[in-house]
C-alpha cells in the first residue's frame, strides 16, 4: 500500500513560469513532510520541510502548502530554472515512530529554456 | 567533505554471492538510516540505527540482511546469498537526535548511494 503518492511521473514547465508539484497522503498519523530533490547519480538532497500545524512554509524560490483535510500538498518553484530539473521526492513522517521518510515515487521535472 | 560518505558506489556481483556496503554518516549524527531504492520508485526504509542500537527494522529486510553500526560511528550493510531482486541502490542517511535551532530533527542527510547489480 502506497502510503505517500506523486501521480504525475513527470512534469514539463518553461524556464520562468511556476512548477507545481502535487503529493497525496493516506496515513493520517504522519505530522511532518518534507521535499527531497534529485539528481542522477546522487542521494536526494533536502529541499524543504513543513509541520503539520502549518499549511505554508516559504523558502526563497520555494513554497510548500499542506492541506491537512485534502491529505494533500504541494511544492510550488516560482520562477523556475533549468537547474531546477531533477526528480523530485514527497515525504513524510510520523514523529512517534522512528522517523523513518515514507517518500513518494517522485516526478521529473524539467524546466525547459 | 562533511556529508554522508558510502562505499563502494557501485557492485556488481553474481547472485549467492555475499556484499557488504559501508555507509560513513555526518560525524555528530547519532541517527542513521538504510533505504533501498529500485527504479521508478522511491527510496524504501530498510532500518534505523540510533547510537549503535538497531531499533527498528522494515519487514523489507529479509533475514538475509544483516546491518551493523558498531561504536555508533560507521554502519556497514551485508547482504548474503544474494539475488537478483536484489538489485537497486542502497541509500544510507544520518540525522541529528533532538531539537536544534538549526536542524529540524526530522531532516535527514542521503549519501551518494551504492548501486548494487546482481547478475
Known amino acids: 500500500d502506497q502510503q505517500v503518492k506523486q501521480n504525475s511521473p513527470s512534469l514539463s514547465v518553461q524556464e520562468g513560469r511556476i512548477s507545481i508539484l502535487n503529493c497525496d497522503y493516506t496515513?493520517?498519523?504522519?505530522?511532518?513532510f518534507l521535499w527531497y530533490k534529485k539528481y542522477p547519480a546522487e542521494g536526494p538532497t533536502f529541499l524543504i520541510s513543513?509541520?503539520?500545524?502549518?499549511d505554508k512554509n516559504e523558502d526563497g524560490r520555494f513554497t510548500v502548502f499542506l492541506n491537512k483535510s485534502a491529505k494533500h500538498l504541494s511544492l510550488h518553484i516560482v520562477p523556475s530554472q533549468p537547474g531546477d530539473s531533477a526528480v523530485y521526492f514527497c515525504?513524510?513522517?510520523?514523529?512517534?515512530?522512528?522517523?523513518?521518510?515514507?517518500f513518494g515515487s517522485g516526478t521529473q521535472l524539467t524546466v525547459l529554456p | 567533505d562533511t556529508g554522508v560518505s558510502q562505499d563502494p558506489r557501485h557492485k556488481i556481483t553474481k547472485r549467492g554471492q555475499n556484499v557488504t556496503f559501508r555507509c560513513d554518516p555526518i560525524?555528530?549524527?547519532?541517527?542513521l538510516y538504510w533505504y533501498r531504492q529500485t527504479l521508478g520508485q522511491g527510496p524504501e526504509f530498510l532500518t534505523y540505527?540510533?547510537?549503535?542500537?538497531?531499533?527498528?527494522k522494515s519487514r523489507l529486510l529479509s533475514d538475509r540482511f544483516s546491518a551493523e553500526r558498531p561504536k555508533g560511528s560507521f554502519s556497514t550493510l551485508e547482504i548474503q546469498r544474494t539475488e537478483q531482486g536484489d538489485s537497486a541502490m542502497y541509500l544510507c542517511?544520518?540525522?541529528?537526535?533532538?531539537?536544534?535551532?538549526?536542524?529540524?530533527?526530522?531532516?535527514?542527510?542521503f549519501g551518494p548511494g551504492t548501486r548494487l547489480t546482481v547478475l
Open positions: 496515513n493520517s498519523m504522519f505530522d511532518y
Open positions: 560525524s555528530e549524527h547519532n541517527r
Open positions: 515525504a513524510a513522517v510520523y514523529s512517534g515512530s522512528a522517523r523513518q521518510l515514507t
Open positions: 513543513i509541520s503539520s500545524i502549518k
Open positions: 542517511a544520518s540525522s541529528l537526535g533532538g531539537l536544534t535551532n538549526l536542524i529540524s530533527y526530522n531532516e535527514q542527510f
Open positions: 540505527f540510533q547510537n549503535e542500537a538497531q531499533l527498528e
